[in-house]
């Protein structure tokens, strides 16, 4: 008896505790929200839907998008009724969505410590496949691999590799029919940017553009490297949700990739081991050393499983990096005064030779073409945050979304960058229209163009995706005299890990018989 009323006094005090420390917790947020709202002059911002107040058909439309694989689309459809920053409430939180590009600035840039990329936001996408990559972290242990992975851009020509190079645009052409029959570009340059990025990752490449020479080995890790990404984009937009879907094939196929990576990071190692040489800069041809990521990668350290987390993470970019080519050959094909005026421009510069690894880093022309290709059609265009602190975004509060806005800790943000790209504020009435002379004048700084994203969790690939893309497309504008749509439907955008044409990109293509590549047919 005495016992018992022990316990209860003991359970009373415990629970009267822990309502008291969550009461002063609570209350001491609430306090530290009230400052920023009154140090920032915060005013409530629009609120989508503000009857549904459990977000039933928010979530409903939201889940319709994702499984339509066209959220940026979908976004698209509502700056018109709620302004270029609004919040949706999901259950009992409150999603704040931006286009605005002083907004974009301010977390990417200016106030980009408030705001986490990593843990809170793609922890679920990440857990199975590589959960220490750099897209998972934050703060001390983002800063650490963000150092590292700058140093593996720092030495580009030997990652670059021009003879490599070739012989992968080769590939390409031997796949385009020579006598001006139908292809899907894009299919030809996921195949060939999986090749690209894979070798400059591993030092190994994958042979999608020759299947009949891939082994077993490779093919099946291809195919298994498609489904994850696939799924990890599934994982990322549907959230906590996901888990209660068909997993599939999911962990068979994380087994094959990583093992794929297991084998080749072991095989340097091995190397490693025996190699007694100094290690060269320049080889027999004159050129850099071909070296690979993991070249890079295994002198900063030892353990495995941080070197493969690293090398699966920037694997994932092979759909981008196709992305920013077929985005550029999709206008091409269908604005044949612009092909035009870039091939006069490429002819000129450097006639029908291949381009010097110092070449590909100019043709103005072509970064006026591609920046309009990745303004319209950006291979990211959709990205999250959530905020580690009360804080606020310059814009979106009041009536007319001209105040503060206050974000309380913990508050998810959804970032679109193809409704940035599409601002008629920041490019004019005509900003739906595929336009490469607008960057005459638009600095390549404007705000609200972020393909890359901005600030300092910007692409860190950048250079080297802007050199590959310029490299391949010199090549095929070099070696064709006309590239033509051989499809009249619009784009249909599908976004995974990146965006893609959910019809493909059917063209035909006329060679050039003056092109030195044309022995490639
Ligand atoms: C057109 C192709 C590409 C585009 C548009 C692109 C875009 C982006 C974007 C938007 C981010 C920021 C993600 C975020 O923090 O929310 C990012 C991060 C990153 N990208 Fe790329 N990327 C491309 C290709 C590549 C390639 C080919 C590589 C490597 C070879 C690469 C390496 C990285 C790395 C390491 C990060 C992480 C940066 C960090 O968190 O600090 N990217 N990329």
Redesign the pocket.
């Known amino acids: 008896m005495y016992l018992t009323t022990l316990s209860q006094v003991c359970l009373a005090l415990l629970f009267s505790h822990l309502s008291i420390t969550y009461l002063l917790h609570q209350a001491k947020r609430w306090r530290s929200a009230q400052q920023v709202r009154a140090s920032r002059q915060c005013k409530a911002g629009k609120t989508e839907r503000p009857w549904d107040v459990l977000g039933l058909r928010k979530i409903a439309a939201s889940v319709r998008a994702v499984v339509r694989e066209n959220p940026a689309e979908y976004l698209d459809t509502l700056w018109a009724d709620h302004g270029d920053t609004y919040v949706a409430r999901f259950l009992g939180v409150r999603v704040a969505f931006t286009r605005d590009a002083a907004n974009l600035r301010h977390i990417l840039h200016t106030r980009w410590l408030d705001f986490d ?2 843990r809170s936001i793609r922890e679920h996408m990440m857990r199975d496949i590589s959960p220490r990559s ?2 998972v ?1 934050d703060g001390a242990a ?1 800063r650490e ?2 150092n590292v ?1 700058r140093l593996q851009f720092s030495r580009l020509p030997g990652l670059f590799h021009m003879p490599s190079q070739d012989a992968h645009f080769r590939r390409l052409l031997a796949r385009i029919p020579a006598g001006g029959g139908q292809v899907d570009v894009q299919a030809l340059l996921v195949d060939m940017a999986t090749d690209v ?1 894979q070798e ?2 591993t030092g190994d490449c994958p042979d999608c553009q020759v299947p009949h020479r891939q082994s077993e080995r490779q093919r099946r890790f291809v195919q298994a490297a498609a489904r994850v990404q696939r799924n990890v984009a599934w994982l990322g937009n549907l959230g906590p949700l996901y888990q209660y879907l068909p997993q599939g094939s999911w962990k068979a196929d994380v087994a094959v990739y990583k093992a794929y990576m297991d084998a080749i990071i072991t095989r340097k190692f091995q190397e490693i081991a025996k190699t007694t040489s100094p290690d060269p800069q320049v080889g027999d041809d004159g050129n850099e050393v071909r070296r690979s ?1 993991l070249d890079g990668l295994v002198r900063y350290t030892d353990d495995p499983l941080e070197i493969r987390d690293a090398m699966i ?2 694997s994932f ?2 759909d ?2 196709a ?2 080519m077929a985005a550029t050959v999709w206008f091409l094909s269908r604005h044949a005064d612009v092909y035009a005026e870039l091939r006069r421009s490429v002819l000129d510069t450097v006639g029908y030779e291949e381009p010097t690894y110092q070449q590909i880093g100019g043709f103005p022309y072509l970064q006026q073409v591609v920046n309009e290709a ?1 303004r319209l059609l ?3 265009p959709v ?2 945050r959530i905020a580690n602190k009360n804080t606020w975004l310059p814009t979106g509060g009041g009536p007319e979304g001209k105040d503060s806005l206050l974000i309380k800790k913990g508050q998810p943000l959804v970032l679109s ?1 193809w409704g940035a790209h599409r601002h008629p504020d920041v490019f004019g009435d005509d900003a739906e229209e595929f336009r490469p002379g607008r960057w005459d004048e638009l600095p390549i700084d404007t705000p609200g163009y972020l ?3 901005i600030g ?7 250079t ?2 802007q050199r ?2 310029t490299y391949t497309l010199v090549r095929l504008v070099q070696s064709f005299v006309r590239i033509e749509s051989r499809d009249d439907r619009p784009y249909a955008p599908r976004t995974r890990l ?1 965006l893609s044409n959910r019809n493909g990109m059917w063209m035909s293509m006329t060679p050039d018989p003056l092109a030195k590549t044309v022995e490639g047919f």
Not at 456 to 462: D, E, L, N, V
């Open positions: 990329a990593g750099i897209a972290a983002w691999k963000r992975w990025l400059a990752v990521i993470t920037v970019s092979n981008s990096l992305g920013i990745l950006p291979p990211i990205n999250a960058t393909p890359f994203l300092p969790r910007t692409c860190s690939g950048q080297y995706v590959q893309s990146a």
